[in-house]
Nanobody, 117 residues
Framework: QVHFVESGGGTVQPGESLRLSCRASRMISSTYNPATMAWYRQRPGKQREVVASITRDRTTNYVDSVRGRFTISRDNARKTTYLQMNSLKPEDTAVYYC????????WGQGTQVTVSP
């Protein structure tokens, strides 16, 4: 059972930007509002890792490699979490996923981000 649907990925050149969206499945209760949402990514040959997280009151956290370039935000009313990705680098190439932080199940298909010269 997939709880979130990712979109917004694509292929860009280094230095360009993308905005990813993560919307809650319609199967999720209208009252469901996780304490912390997170974006993850899985680079080729590597394990899935946390990129950024955000709490209901908009406290944010970022992995060092994206801090200052990526911005996570959420619209609680629309049950959507966003990831604005600026100054993209080739090493950002990965499949990006969203989920409740710490919930290691019910992963969606993710959205592919490719940064290529």
């Amino acid at each position: 059972q997939v709880h979130f649907v990712e979109s917004g990925g694509g292929t860009v050149q280094p230095g360009e930007s993308l905005r990813l969206s993560c919307r809650a499945s319609r199967m999720i209760s209208s009252t469901y509002n996780p304490a912390t949402m997170a974006w993850y990514r899985q680079r080729p040959g590597k394990q899935r890792e946390v990129v950024a997280s955000i709490t209901r009151d908009r406290t944010t956290n970022y992995v060092d490699s994206v801090r200052g370039r990526f911005t996570i935000s959420r619209d609680n009313a629309r049950k959507t979490t966003y990831l604005q990705m600026n100054s993209l680098k080739p090493e950002d190439t990965a499949v990006y996923y969203c989920n409740v932080e710490g919930l290691d199940r019910d992963w969606g298909q993710g959205t592919q981000v490719t940064v290529s010269p």
